[in-house]
């Protein structure tokens, strides 16, 4: 049959050879790319849950929804008792022909909504994040607001009811106030970003996989270039055998990143976003919403990891490239056996 010959005693093998030689100058290129991206994405994949969590609890005021509640609710009954009535007597407590000063009362309930039920209520509200899980609490919200205007007086009779009221969205609040951060917890514990979490072990070896792969085929390479029924032997063939199995891994790794990524930026109008975000917005909707309406908690949650996306689409590039290079190479080496030595025993 013939033996393996030298790498480079005549054109041709020269030709072959500097192809393997470019193969692997582009698999080290997109290997290094790729770690590179790797390590920049392994922490904010991490942080992701908690950066979500920091955007809706601290940014989205979703931290003081109780303590502000709180707050509402021991002012507004601070507010009756200044002008001799009590919550017991709600909602028709006493007070016509009385007068009193409740403005500090009143400050303070703007002071709540200021610190976070405002934006709460946005949230609440909004036709994208305002899930089924948070429409008591924007009801209760709507109503201590629409009460407020009612505030700008000394009539007792008139404050009286309006702080009853609001003192019973306050309560009504603070005993939602649960459910209302339970809603928040399924939107941060959604499947979307437990897949984030999932992919990280997969992330790890990722940039391996084709020098793996390159490494089997080089093993073959140098100890015969040619299968085993074409005069090669079963050390080579098992080694090529290895490198076709980490090349598939990595074309099909590769190519999901590619396509993935393709759809995330160039097809995000025909990517729908189920539960638990309301009125099934697609992809392009809910990022140029939440990016526009919500700037803070955009650069909290998202910012941090556009950069390395973007690193790992371009590894992830490279790497694609150099597997099907790769590919028609590995296939081709074998049927034309350019190293064998055919005259020889």
């Keep these: 049959m013939g033996e393996r010959g030298a790498s480079c005693n005549s054109l041709g093998r020269c030709l072959w050879t500097s192809c393997c030689a470019a193969i692997w100058a582009l698999t080290i290129v997109g290997c290094f790319l790729g770690t590179v991206a790797v390590r920049s994405l392994i922490g904010p994949l991490k942080d992701f849950p908690a950066s979500l969590h920091e955007g809706f609890y601290q940014e ?60 709460i209520f946005r949230v609440a509200t909004d036709p994208y994040l305002g899930t089924e899980g948070l429409n008591s609490t924007a009801e209760h919200l709507r109503s201590i607001s629409e009460q407020l205007d009612s505030l700008a007086t000394a009539e007792c009779d008139v404050t009286n009811v309006a702080y009853c009221e609001i003192h019973e969205a306050a309560d009504s609040l603070v005993d939602g106030s649960q459910q209302a951060l339970a809603a928040i917890d399924e939107l941060i514990d959604s499947e979307q970003v437990q897949r984030f979490e999932d992919d990280l072990a997969l992330l790890y070896v990722l940039p391996y996989l084709p020098l793996v792969s390159l490494l089997f085929f080089s093993c073959f390479w140098r100890k015969d270039a040619a299968w085993c029924c074409c005069g090669g032997s079963a050390v080579g063939c098992l080694a090529w055998a290895l490198h076709v199995a980490f ?9 999901v990143i590619l396509v993935a990524a393709w759809a995330l930026k160039f097809s995000q109008d025909g990517i729908t976003m189920g539960a638990p975000f309301r009125g099934n917005p697609t992809l392009s909707e809910l990022l140029s919403h939440v990016e526009r309406t919500y700037p803070d908690f955009w650069a909290i949650v998202v910012v941090p990891l556009e950069d390395p996306l973007s690193k790992l689409y371009a590894s992830s590039f490279v790497l694609l490239v150099a597997c099907l290079l790769l590919g028609v190479y590995g296939l081709c080496l074998p049927v034309c056996r350019p190293y064998t030595d055919k005259g020889t025993a």
């Design 60 to 119: 989205l005021g979703f931290a003081g929804l109780r303590s502000d509640s709180e707050r509402v609710q021991n002012a507004s009954a601070a507010a009756l008792a200044a002008c001799g009535a009590s919550v017991a007597q709600c909602p028709s407590p006493p007070g016509a022909g009385t007068q009193a000063n409740t403005s500090a009362e009143r400050a303070e309930i703007q002071g709540a909504f200021s610190s976070s039920l405002s934006t």
């Design 247 to 255: 090349w598939l891994a990595s074309l099909i790794v590769n190519l």
